[in-house]
T-cell receptor, first 118, second 113 residues
Framework: GAGVSQSPSNKVTEKGKDVELRCDPISGHTALYWYRQSLGQGLEFLIYFQGNSAPDKSGLPSDRFSAERTGGSVSTLTIQRTQQEDSAVYLC????????????????FGPGTRLLVL | SQQGEEDPQALSIQEGENATMNCSYKTSINNLQWYRQNSGRGLVHLILIRSNEREKHSGRLRVTLDTSKKSSSLLITASRAADTASYFCATDAGGTSYGKLTFGQGTILTVHP
């Protein structure tokens, strides 16, 4: 079946503008994660959705970052008033966590969105 | 902050040789996972080893885990040029951090044909 998809692949924006990044997880996966990969910080956890539970937002770097997951499927990561330090690759992953199976913690990553803030 | 630290940072070998990468971490874990990344884009899951496991195999991959030393190693046998990529270990601490992977800085592997 289809893997995790993300859009857009690349996004160039001006400082101060808002951006929305989209993630389509693997069908049936209950858990969805956002990570950020930048040169200075490596791969960092941002936010985690599990089923209908309240999301774990502990990794969001500031209140300019928010995310939602509609209908337990598609997720949107929104960055308001973008700053140059927000430039990074934003990766989404999903996992079948909570279902049966030998490795339900395995996270399957999308190709990422490369964000450049000018 | 990065819990995992990997060494070497870069590894260059000839096709057919074995490649070994190491990962150390600081806190207790539920599981440890290894991922591969090509060209700075999506991560491909390679193997997951649980805290109560000591060794796991998948094809040409062998992963070991020593929870007393808080370390893991990834061995790629009979390497191929197509194995050229960055390799990351990631730990899942479980508990309230369940599912939140903490990644190491990665090892850049170059396999020369």
């Amino acid at each position: 079946g289809a893997g995790v998809s993300q859009s857009p692949s690349n996004k160039v924006t001006e400082k101060g503008k808002d951006v929305e990044l989209r993630c389509d997880p693997i069908s049936g996966h209950t858990a969805l994660y956002w990570y950020r990969q930048s040169l200075g910080q490596g791969l960092e956890f941002l936010i985690y959705f599990q089923g209908n539970s309240a999301p774990d937002k502990s990794g969001l770097p500031s209140d300019r970052f928010s995310a939602e997951r509609t209908g337990g499927s598609v997720s949107t990561l929104t960055i308001q008033r973008t700053q140059q330090e927000d430039s990074a690759v934003y990766l989404c992953a999903s996992s079948p966590r909570g279902t049966s199976g030998s490795e339900w913690e395995t996270q399957y990553f999308g190709p990422g969105t490369r964000l450049l803030v000018l | 902050s990065q819990q995992g630290e990997e060494d070497p940072q870069a590894l260059s070998i000839q096709e057919g040789e074995n490649a070994t990468m190491n990962c150390s971490y600081k806190t207790s874990i539920n599981n440890l996972q290894w991922y591969r990344q090509n060209s700075g884009r999506g991560l491909v899951h390679l193997i997951l080893i649980r805290s109560n496991e000591r060794e796991k195999h998948s094809g040409r991959l062998r992963v070991t885990l020593d929870t007393s030393k808080k370390s893991s190693s990834l061995l790629i046998t009979a390497s191929r040029a197509a194995d050229t990529a960055s390799y990351f270990c990631a730990t899942d601490a479980g508990g309230t951090s369940y599912g939140k992977l903490t990644f190491g800085q990665g090892t850049i592997l170059t396999v020369h044909p």
